[in-house]
């Protein structure tokens, strides 16, 4: 049981690139996240999933992309990278509660490092 | 919107001595509230969290925190600092009953990094 892993660990970018960082969890959650975090501001929320084939805008979505195809894959994708998106990144994950949101733990994988130059 | 306040951006305790690390939130509604504890180069890990119940709750390592509803407070504490709880503490909170699936998203603090120090 791996829990929630991301992949790469760690990437650089020049301006303009697109990339793809991966999140998989193999503990059947209906729900996963992404996060950036930043240096004196704590976790952001990107964008979220409750189910496969769904995903919804959370805090700060704007240059990110996200798809879910597979219920244990969420896919953050930048189309076109920017120096303001240099940031590590975090995938989290969640169960289905009994009142039918997500059971309150977030369950956090490793994190990816990228550097947009 | 909901928000989460920690006041201290670092805390350093001697070894042995009671620690605390400050969290106050804002919400609409009821409160569920998280701590998470992040080592260097390392996702966040779980510590505990206040749902309902007994506002004194145990967690992971030792830790516990009080939850104080008219202080809208969520403090982490722990009895006897180890070297080892050296890291970055985050706390959380959303809002329940939710309404929508945004009303679901935790909203983190800025984080407080904890320094024990032998």
């Known amino acids: 049981n791996a829990g929630v892993t991301q992949t790469p660990k760690f990437r650089v970018l020049k301006t303009g690139q697109s990339m793809t960082l991966l999140c998989a969890q193999d503990?059947?959650?209906?729900?996963m996240y992404w996060y950036r975090q930043d240096p004196g501001m704590g976790l952001r929320l990107i964008h979220y999933?409750?189910?496969?084939?769904?995903?919804a805008k959370g805090e700060v979505p704007d240059g990110y992309n996200v798809s879910r195809l597979k219920k244990q894959n969420f896919l953050l994708g930048l189309e076109s990278a920017a120096p303001s998106q240099t940031s590590v990144y975090f995938c989290?994950?969640?169960?289905?509660?009994?009142?039918?949101?997500?059971?309150?733990?977030?369950?956090f994988g490793p994190g990816t490092r990228l550097l947009v130059l | 919107a909901q928000s989460v306040a920690q006041p201290e951006d670092q805390v350093n305790v001697a070894e042995g001595n009671p620690l605390t690390v400050k969290c106050t939130y804002s919400v609409s509604g009821n409160p569920y509230l998280f701590w998470y504890v992040q080592y260097p180069n390392r996702g966040l890990q779980f510590l505990l969290k206040y749902i309902t119940g007994d506002n004194l709750v145990k967690g992971s390592y030792g830790f516990e925190a009080e939850f104080n509803k008219s202080q809208t407070s969520f403090h982490l504490k722990k009895p006897s600092a180890l070297v080892s709880d050296s890291a970055l503490y985050f706390c959380a909170v959303r809002a329940w009953p939710g309404s929508g699936a945004g009303s679901y998203q935790l909203t983190f603090g800025k984080g407080t990094k904890l320094s024990v120090i032998p």
């Open positions: 989290a994950s969640s169960y289905l509660g009994l009142a039918g949101g997500p059971q309150e733990t977030q369950y």
């Open positions: 503990m059947n959650h209906e729900y």
């Open positions: 999933s409750v189910g496969e084939g769904t995903t």
